[in-house]
C-alpha cells in the first residue's frame, strides 16, 4: 500500500472475490466520512452474492462487506454529528429520501437504494468513504470484535420489533446459522424460554443446545410438528425462518398453530416455495417480513452492551484481509458460524 492506495477484497463477477491493490477512497461531498476499517464480519448474504447463480445482487468492481465496525478519519464540511476519532458502525443501506417508499417513512424499502459492499463499496477494505447518515456512535466498553455484529444484531432486532414475541410464547426457530443463533440469544434475553430449534447441521444444533434452545430438531429426521406437539401439547405460536430455503416457509405454516404469527427474515433470490395460500386462510396465520431500518441500530448498539447475549460465542474464526478467501471457504462449507476480518492486520 501507498499513500494513495489500500488493500480491498473486490467482488470480480463469477463467485470470484480478489484482494488487490486499489486506489484509496476520497471526501467527494460535504456529508462524506472517511473510515478506517476495523472489523468486518462476513455474512450470509456474502455467501449469496459469492454463488453462481447469485442469490443476491453484487455489481462486479465492487469492495464488499456491509458488517463493518471503523473509526473516523476524516469529515466533510458539512458534517457534526461525528469527529475524527470516533469509533462508529455502519447502516449499509443508503436511502434516497425522496422516493414513494422513502416519503411514506419506509426508507428500508428505498426504491433507489445504494447498498454498501454491494454496489457500492464497502467495509473489506483498509479504508471506505460513507455518508454520515450512515455512522452510529458505538457507546465505550464494546469490543471491536462484537462491534463487527452490529449490523446483522440490527436486522434481527427489527424482526423482533415487528413480531413481537412475549415470554410465554412457543417460538420454532428455522436454521441455527449466525442469524438464527443471533435471534435465538436476543428471544432469550427478552425472556421467551420455550424456544424450539429446527436445523440440518449436527455441529450448529449442538452450539444452539448451549446457547439456550429448550430442545433442537433435525427436519430430514424428524416430525417437527409431532415433535412439537410431544414438547408442548400444540404447535408453536410463533415460526421464525431464518434459513431462506425453499421448503421451510411451508414446514413453518404447518409449524404454529391456528392464529400464529411467521417471521420471514432469511433472503435468497434463487429460492421458491410452494405453498398452500388456503391453509393461511384456514389457520388464519400472520406472515411478517423483515429488512434492517436505520431505527434499530440503536437497540442493537444497547443489547451489545448486555453480556447476557453471549454473541462473543457466534465468532468462530477470525482472519486478516489477506486471508479473506480462507473465510468465505469457512462460511461455505459451515465450519465457521461467524467469520471476522481485520482489515488493519
Known amino acids: 500500500m501507498t499513500n494513495n492506495t489500500m488493500r480491498a477484497a473486490v467482488f470480480k463477477g463469477d463467485g470470484r472475490l480478489e484482494v488487490e491493490s486499489v486506489p484509496m477512497p476520497r471526501i467527494e461531498s460535504d456529508s462524506d466520512v472517511l473510515l478506517k476499517v476495523e472489523a468486518a464480519s462476513i455474512c450470509g448474504s456474502d455467501l449469496h452474492i459469492l454463488h453462481v447463480p447469485p442469490g443476491q445482487r453484487g455489481d462486479p468492481g465492487t469492495v464488499m462487506g456491509h458488517e463493518f465496525v471503523a473509526t473516523v478519519v476524516a469529515v466533510g464540511q458539512g458534517v457534526e454529528t461525528v469527529h475524527a476519532g470516533d469509533r462508529v458502525v455502519v447502516e449499509p443501506n443508503i436511502s434516497c429520501g425522496t422516493c414513494p417508499e422513502c416519503r ?10 445504494q447498498n454498501i459492499g454491494q454496489w457500492r463499496d464497502g467495509g ?15 457507546p465505550d466498553g464494546i469490543p471491536i470484535r462484537l462491534c463487527a455484529l452490529a449490523e446483522p444484531l440490527a436486522c434481527v432486532m427489527h424482526g423482533m420489533m415487528r413480531l413481537n414475541p412475549m415470554p410465554h410464547e412457543r417460538v420454532v426457530l428455522f436454521g441455527a446459522g449466525a442469524i438464527g443463533l443471533i435471534f435465538l440469544r436476543v428471544l432469550t434475553v427478552f425472556g421467551v424460554k420455550d424456544i424450539v430449534v429446527v436445523e440440518t447441521m449436527p455441529s450448529r444444533r449442538e452450539i444452539a443446545a448451549k446457547l439456550g434452545a429448550s430442545r433442537v430438531a433435525d427436519p430430514v429426521a424428524e416430525d417437527v410438528p409431532a415433535l412439537l406437539k410431544d414438547q408442548w401439547s400444540g404447535l408453536a405460536d410463533v415460526a421464525i425462518d431464518a434459513v431462506g430455503a425453499g421448503p421451510v416457509l411451508g414446514q413453518a405454516m404447518d409449524a404454529v398453530r391456528n392464529g400464529g404469527r411467521i417471521l420471514v427474515f432469511g433472503q435468497n433470490m434463487t429460492q421458491r416455495s410452494t405453498i398452500s395460500p388456503g391453509l393461511i386462510n384456514a389457520k388464519e396465520l400472520t ?4 429488512l434492517a431500518v436505520k431505527k434499530s441500530f440503536p437497540a442493537a448498539l444497547a443489547m451489545l452492551r448486555d453480556p447476557r447475549l453471549r454473541l462473543d460465542e457466534l465468532i468462530s474464526h477470525e482472519f486478516t ?18 467469520a471476522v476480518i481485520y482489515p488493519g492486520r
Open 104 to 113: 411514506g417513512g419506509h426508507e428500508n424499502l428505498c426504491a433507489n437504494a
Open 124 to 138: 473489506f477494505a483498509e479504508y471506505c468513504v460513507v455518508p454520515a447518515s450512515q455512522l452510529h456512535a458505538v
Open 287 to 290: 406472515l411478517f417480513a423483515t
Open 321 to 338: 484481509l489477506s486471508q479473506i478467501g480462507e473465510g468465505v471457504e469457512c462460511m461455505r462449507r459451515q465450519e465457521a458460524v461467524k
